[in-house]
């Protein structure tokens, strides 16, 4: 009698067990799930980066050239104050884009906007 309980204990854990091992599976095959699109979202990240990173360098081309362009309407002495210019514009953007941006402040509370009452609820 005691073995025969014994016995049903042991199968009892197992079945827990089992069930255990099933929902951990099914946890992992989530975490897969989640960390798949994680990569994805990565990759398109990085390939939208990579676009914007050359269409700033074409733009930053085209100012260039209308640089040099209205410069050299002026006068052929004014090429090297437009190359002067230019690299006094890259000196601007390279700080600019080093300092912190501070986030707006809010103008607004959000009740101005959106106002609620208890009876909207």
């Not at 989530?30 to 699109?37: F, P, R, S």
């Not at 953007?93 to 080093?98: C, I, L």
Request: net charge negative; proline share 2%.
């Amino acid at each position: 009698m005691k073995a025969a309980g014994l016995v049903q204990e042991i199968a009892l854990a197992s079945d827990e067990q089992s069930k255990g091992l099933g929902q951990i599976g099914i946890a992992m095959t989530e975490l897969d799930k989640v960390g798949q699109g994680n990569s994805s979202a990565a990759e398109e990240s990085a390939a939208a980066g990579e676009e914007l990173l050359s269409q700033s360098r074409i733009m930053q081309e085209s100012v260039e050239q209308l640089i040099m362009m209205v410069h050299r309407s002026k006068g052929a002495s004014s090429v090297s104050a437009a190359k002067a210019s230019i690299r006094l514009a890259h000196v601007a953007h390279r700080s600019a884009a080093v300092k912190k941006v501070a986030a707006p402040k809010a103008t607004h509370k959000a009740e101005e906007i959106i106002p609620l009452d208890d009876a909207d609820f």
